[in-house]
T-cell receptor
Framework: DAKTTQPPSMDCAEGRAANLPCNHS???????VYWYRQIHSQGPQYIIHGLKNNETNEMASLIITEDRKSSTLILPHATLRDTAVYYCIVRVGGGTSYGKLTFGQGTILTVHP | GAVVSQHPSRVICKSGTSVKIECRSLDFQATTMFWYRQFPKKSLMLMATSNEGSKATYEQGVEKDKFLINHASLTLSTLTVTSAHPEDSSFYIC??????????FGPGTRLTVL
């Protein structure tokens, strides 16, 4: 699976949009971009995933660049409960490594009042 | 959404004993479950892939005789840490694959070996 690069930490004011970047310049055509987050001492929580089109759900939006070498997770109105480690993961949609998620160091997002 | 539970949430044991951790998918069937380990302030590391009815596939460097995995049903996988030692103290997290492309995680089990 392609390696991802994320900033180690980011801050965001409560109520503002949080934009978390992720670089995945070696992504292959059959690899998806996944975002998970982990609140302290809990299991990771699925947020969103996409292949090449932008995606939106009740939690967040995922913007993938046209060349697919980077993406941005957008939390439109961050709250204090969004403080967590956010992981950007790239993995194939099928094949022998199907399902395996390789976690990097992620971005520690701190939302402050 | 799909729910995955783990039991126990926290366990303390003496060195040399074995500890079993259960992972259950509560509202869906999971042919594949995964076990991760997370040390303090570190990221999750995949230990093994558990497939219902077959032997688990272990990641490089993970001792299969020390970390026994059983996936006897479509809703239950167990991880047994045998002859636990203090260096096995960690946060163990399971996940279950739901539908073609989604994976849901359990809340984790914190193991402390004295």
């Amino acid at each position: 699976d392609a390696k991802t690069t994320q900033p180690p930490s980011m801050d965001c004011a409560e109520g503002r949009a949080a934009n978390l970047p992720c670089n995945h310049s070696t992504i292959s055509g059959n690899e998806y971009v996944y975002w998970y987050r982990q609140i302290h001492s809990q299991g990771p929580q699925y947020i969103i995933h996409g292949l090449k089109n932008n995606e939106t759900n009740e939690m967040a939006s995922l913007i993938i660049t046209e060349d697919r070498k980077s993406s941005t997770l957008i939390l439109p109105h961050a709250t204090l409960r969004d403080t967590a480690v956010y992981y950007c993961i790239v993995r194939v949609g099928g094949g022998t490594s199907y399902g395996k998620l390789t976690f990097g160091q992620g971005t520690i997002l701190t939302v402050h009042p | 959404g799909a729910v995955v539970s783990q039991h126990p949430s926290r366990v303390i044991c003496k060195s040399g004993t074995s500890v079993k951790i259960e992972c259950r998918s509560l509202d869906f069937q999971a042919t594949t479950m995964f076990w991760y380990r997370q040390f303090p302030k570190k990221s999750l590391m995949l230990m093994a892939t558990s497939n219902e009815g077959s032997k688990a596939t272990y990641e490089q460097g993970v001792e299969k005789d020390k970390f026994l995995i059983n996936h006897a049903s479509l809703t239950l996988s167990t991880l047994t840490v045998t002859s636990a030692h203090p260096e096995d103290s960690s946060f163990y997290i399971c996940s279950a694959r739901h539908a073609p492309s989604e994976q849901y995680f359990g809340p984790g089990t914190r193991l402390t070996v004295l």
